[in-house]
């Protein structure tokens, strides 16, 4: 069967760094406080030259030299991103066009913090039904241009990034020890629209709002929806936390990344935690961390990697990779 295989990975910061220290003239908080809530301890924010658009742009060139492949390679270009650069075109479409790529076809995925697995599992699909043979999936997020600066509860926990895989057609066995996308499991529940969401859009207010968030009331689903869908991508393959190498979690929050862990009976050192370094950048968030634990030689070739991420909609997912 046709597999959908890791060929080449990257990412890209922008140039300025926030510590949580920078936040004590701005809004009632502590160093102590965020580090103790969430683990994070500095993020990446955008300055005004730099775009979700530019940002997706830097992770994919990164992710093509790692392949040793070129635009031209390419056949469909996914972006997840809550935080697109225009209501439309698709940013997608920008980036394809900065890649100078005249050929195949771009669209944007909105899954919020979900949307890099979402994504995923996508461009999997395109792949696996012969419309794409490579795929660009990328997560690329400006989050400060979408938070209140003045209300401490959530501008302290965001950060602004991209990542980027390339994935590729090759022919496996049709078993779990292929390389490639194994196994996925999403789900979203409405209902819980007003615990997280953003206060405007085109069609409500012709604005575009700023981030709200209730994060007891997040906390609190959080670590049960996450293990549903791991539990689920278990089930399906017959694997269990024992066989996985690594788990690349989404990177909100380091006590929830830890609670899911415990409950999945998970080893903590076989979690990859970038959240101290990144702070919550959404759909951007999961592939910052595999690059992170790629470059650092943590993941290799081989590896059964778990991804999972939760967010705003509620949605929620998990992708079994063997990278
Ligand atoms: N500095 C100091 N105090 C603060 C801050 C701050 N930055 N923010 C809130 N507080 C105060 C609150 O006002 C509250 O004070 P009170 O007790 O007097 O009312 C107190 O700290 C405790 O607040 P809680 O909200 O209960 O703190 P909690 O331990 O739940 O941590 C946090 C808050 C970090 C937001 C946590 O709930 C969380 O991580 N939630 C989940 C976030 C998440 O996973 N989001 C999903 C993905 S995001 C997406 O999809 C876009």
């Given at each position: 069967m046709i597999r959908s295989v890791v060929r080449g990975i990257g990412s890209a910061l922008p140039r300025r760094i926030m510590k949580n220290a920078d936040f004590e003239g701005m809004v009632e908080t502590s160093d102590e406080w965020i580090a103790q809530r969430t683990g994070i301890r500095q993020r990446h924010i955008a300055a005004d030259d730099e775009t979700t658009a530019s940002l997706g742009e830097a992770a994919a060139r990164a992710a093509l030299e790692n392949a040793g492949?070129?635009?031209?390679?390419?056949?469909l270009i996914v972006l997840a991103t809550s935080?697109?650069?225009?209501?439309?075109?698709a940013t997608a479409v920008e980036i394809q066009n900065r890649l100078g790529m005249r050929h195949g076809f771009a669209f944007d995925m909105q899954a919020v913090c979900s949307g890099f697995v979402y994504a995923v599992t996508t461009a999997d699909l395109y792949i696996k039904g012969g419309l794409a043979k490579r795929v660009l999936v990328i997560g690329s997020e400006t989050f400060s241009r979408i938070l209140?600066?003045?209300?401490r509860s959530t501008c302290v926990l965001f950060g602004d990034g991209a990542g980027a895989l390339v994935l590729e057609a090759e022919e496996g066995e049709?078993?779990?020890?292929?390389?490639?996308?194994l196994a996925a499991s999403l789900r979203s529940d409405g209902?819980?629209?007003?615990?997280?969401?953003?206060?405007?859009g085109p069609s409500t207010t012709g604005t575009v709002g700023h981030l709200k968030m209730e994060g007891r009331e997040v906390f609190k689903h959080a670590v049960g929806m996450i293990t549903d869908v791991i539990e689920d991508v278990f089930t399906q393959t017959?694997?269990?936390?024992?066989?996985?190498?690594w788990f690349v979690p989404h990177q909100a929050n380091k006590r929830i990344i830890d609670a899911s862990a415990k409950k999945l009976g998970i080893?903590?050192?076989?979690a990859v935690v970038t959240v101290h370094m990144h702070g919550n950048t959404s759909a951007a968030s999961v592939p910052l961390a595999l690059s992170v634990a790629v470059a650092d030689g943590r993941?290799?070739?081989?590896d059964l990697v778990m991804l999972e991420a939760m967010g705003g909609g509620f949605t929620w997912g998990a992708v079994l990779v063997r990278w």
């Open positions: 492949l070129t635009p031209d390679d390419i056949d935080t697109p650069n225009n209501t439309f075109p209140d600066w003045t209300d049709g078993s779990i020890a292929d390389r490639g996308v209902t819980h629209k007003d615990k997280l969401y953003v206060d405007g017959g694997i269990s936390a024992d066989d996985l190498d080893a903590d050192e076989k993941i290799k070739k081989g």
